[in-house]
């Protein structure tokens, strides 16, 4: 049996296939056009008789069509994420995430082989209404904001493997992701617990961006996976819409400060107005927090989002604490 994961060398899917190689004997086909994957996420994996890891850029649909050929289950996880890149390249993040995932879709469909589609809590919106349920109303901002692209592209792949499931009976199952973090999770792209994790260390200011009571729930990234694969392998999951995240929030002001505490950092908080910090046509939710009775039926469990854990997790991978605890 042959899984394929696109991403598979981006922060979850190296982790997802670290997971499916410990939890199965499978064999895995890892493909990522490492523009934000990064090859050393796998390296421990490339010795692995029965891991392969190649280049593809899913906008390729030739491409895309051979590796699903011979793949008996897909993880679709490639995309163009964060919200800094979404608003500094809207073009290429529409073009990944949108023909990236009909072309994973339409191939799939080819031998009728099962998705796991990766979408976003970002579909949600800028909604109210936490806890978000996975049927409630959703609410965008006008399009002349870049960030509702995103959250429109993952909603355009959801309808697109739904409909795939309606039409051809294509086992499909799609994640909405809350935030996930963990280990390999970069700042680069604005994630905002690794450029905590970074400032502290650094001793650099901590950037809150607004007033800081925005809310957020983490879930560890170990845990992301593992409910990403229980999915999969869950009969009554197929073509569902799923959230996978935990049920814990916290506001990114507490955030800042537990990431003090454990870094041990005297960096300083310093609020930044969203318009410094993204220009003025910037909106973001407020508050954003998975209902996860769904989960809950569909797999029998669902993550804790233990922050402490996380940082514990995040901060023990970085240099800079490998030195001090050396
Ligand atoms: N954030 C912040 N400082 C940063 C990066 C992010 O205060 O340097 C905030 C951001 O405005 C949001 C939350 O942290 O309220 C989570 O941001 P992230 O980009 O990680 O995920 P989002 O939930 O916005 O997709």
Known sequence: MEVLVTGGSGFIGSHLAEHVLAETEHD??????????????????????????????????????????????VYHLAAAVGVELVVDEPLRSLRTNVQGTEN?????????????VASSSEVYGKSTAVPFGEDDDRVLGPTTVPRWGYANAKAMDEFYALAHHAENDLPVVVGRFFNTVGPRQIGDYGMVVPTFVEQALAGDPITVYGDGTQTRSFTHVADTVRVVHDLMTTPDAMGKVVNVGSANPVSINELAERVLDVTDSDSRIEHVPFETAFGDDFEEPRDREPDVSRLRETIGWAPDGDLDRILADVVAERPEETEVSA
């Open 28 to 73: 895995l086909h890892l493909v990522d056009d490492f523009s934000t994957g990064d090859r050393g996420n796998v390296a421990g994996l490339t010795d692995e008789a029965r891991v392969t890891v190649d280049e593809l850029d899913v906008r390729n649909a030739a491409a895309v069509r051979e590796a699903v050929a011979d793949a008996d289950v």
């Open 104 to 116: 994973v879709l339409d191939a799939a469909a080819e031998d009728g082989t099962p998705v796991f």
